[in-house]
């Protein structure tokens, strides 16, 4: 059972994320899609908000799971028999600090990090601009999936 991990904070799920886990899904046995936990961090939407966006987007894919977590990656991956990781990629800022991830993680435990490459439609997308055109009034509907309600 080849089963990988999509962990990010999907704050909220865009566009973007769709795409990898789309595709990411028809690599793998079972995906899941893995909320990391951030006691430090101010999300926009709670947890049980994004967990709902990303379930009732992919209801009718079988392989998907979605999960929250807290701690290590990697810890998380041991736990759970995963041995893959899924990150996406948009630019070359994404490429350093997923580089350096990915060495570290591999460092600590024998999981191989594999990387989509964003669709061309999909790539300047992320949860921060997002949430700023949302806090701004403005139509946030061409960049999330339609699960994502306000
Ligand atoms: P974090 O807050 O931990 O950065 P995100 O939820 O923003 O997590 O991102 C999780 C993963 O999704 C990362 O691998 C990131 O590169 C990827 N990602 C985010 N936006 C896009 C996008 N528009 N296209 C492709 N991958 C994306």
Known sequence: MRRAIF???????????FDI???????FDEL???IGINADKKYMFSLEERKKFIEDAFMY???IK???YRGLTVDFC???????????????????????????????????????LTSAK???????IVR????NNGDYTKLVPKSVRI
């Open 122 to 128: 999909t790539s300047y997308i992320s949860s921060s």
């Open 66 to 68: 979605v999960v929250a």
């Open 21 to 27: 886990i789309e595709r990411g899904a028809k690599l």
């Open 61 to 63: 894919v079988p392989n």
């Open 32 to 34: 899941i899609i893995a």
């Open 132 to 135: 700023d055109v949302i806090r």
């Open 7 to 17: 962990p990010g904070s999907f704050d909220p799920i865009t566009l973007g994320h």
């Open 78 to 116: 041991l736990e759970n028999d995963v041995e893959f990781i899924l990150r996406g990629l948009r630019n070359p800022a994404d490429f350093e600090f997923e580089k350096a991830i990915a060495h570290t993680n591999r460092d600590l435990a024998p999981i191989e990090t594999v990387f989509l």
